[in-house]
């Protein structure tokens, strides 16, 4: 059964750094990996897709890369914002894993 | 853009009581899913459904729980005798195809008092 874990589980950031976010599942034979955002008492909306024939996606500010051998994914966030303060979680996109989450606050 | 749409926002249930959630998935879209989350916990995974069935099902989801997908738009989650332990928001989810990605709707809080 896939497990998933997010590190760190907070991260509070000065507005204007670049930070990373950690995946970490235990099956490499992961099919595809999508990150999301979840604002507090919200649903959760969909960042980026990656599928296993991609190494990294990228949207805007985001990048998020996936590395099926060592079992991981990190999401990469540039020149943050207060805006971007928010849970962001990794799941084995159309399986039913998800992982903790990393609770992100940017400070202005 | 397409979107998953869930009602109601909010629900307050006496415990003991039946309740059903209701959700329309983007309409071409052949997976769905109920997810839940309580409050402060991580999302959790009920069910999946595919072709009129449920295609794989969690512990959680237990005998007091089903789904159901009436008519060509709507997937509903029925809750039997809700329980204290039921609150929760409850996440409709749907994908195009296994394996692809999912699009989450907004939620329904669930209050059992």
């Known amino acids: 059964k896939q497990e998933v874990t997010q590190i760190p589980a907070a991260l509070s950031v000065p507005e204007g750094e670049n930070l990373v976010l950690n995946c970490s599942f235990t099956?490499?034979?992961?099919?595809?990996l999508q990150w999301f955002r979840q604002d507090p008492g919200k649903g959760l909306t969909s960042l980026l897709l990656?599928?296993?024939?991609?190494r990294e996606q990228t949207s805007g500010r985001l990048n998020a890369s996936l590395d099926k051998s060592s079992g991981r994914s990190t999401l990469y966030i540039a020149a943050s914002q207060p805006g971007d303060s928010a849970t962001y979680l990794c799941?084995?996109?159309?399986?039913?894993?998800f992982g903790d989450g990393t609770t992100l606050t940017v400070k202005p | 853009e397409p979107e998953v749409t869930q009602t109601p926002s909010h629900q307050v249930t006496q415990m003991g009581q039946e309740v059903i959630l209701r959700c329309v998935p983007i309409?071409?879209?052949?997976?769905f899913y109920w997810y839940r989350q309580i409050l402060g916990q991580k999302v959790e995974f009920l069910v999946s459904?595919?072709?009129?069935?449920?295609?794989?099902k969690s512990e959680i989801f237990d005998d007091q729980f089903s789904v159901e997908r009436p008519d060509g738009s709507n997937f509903t989650l029925k809750i039997r005798s809700t329980k204290l332990e039921d609150s929760a928001m409850y996440f409709c989810?749907?994908?195009?195809?296994?394996?692809?990605?999912?699009?989450f709707g907004s939620g329904t809080r669930l209050t059992v008092v």
């Open positions: 989810a749907s994908s195009e195809q296994t394996l692809i990605g999912y699009t």
């Open positions: 099956d490499s034979a992961i099919y595809n």
């Open positions: 990656i599928q296993s024939s991609q």
């Open positions: 799941a084995e996109a159309g399986k039913s894993t």
């Open positions: 309409s071409n879209h052949l997976y």
């Open positions: 459904f595919y072709n009129n069935e449920i295609s794989e």
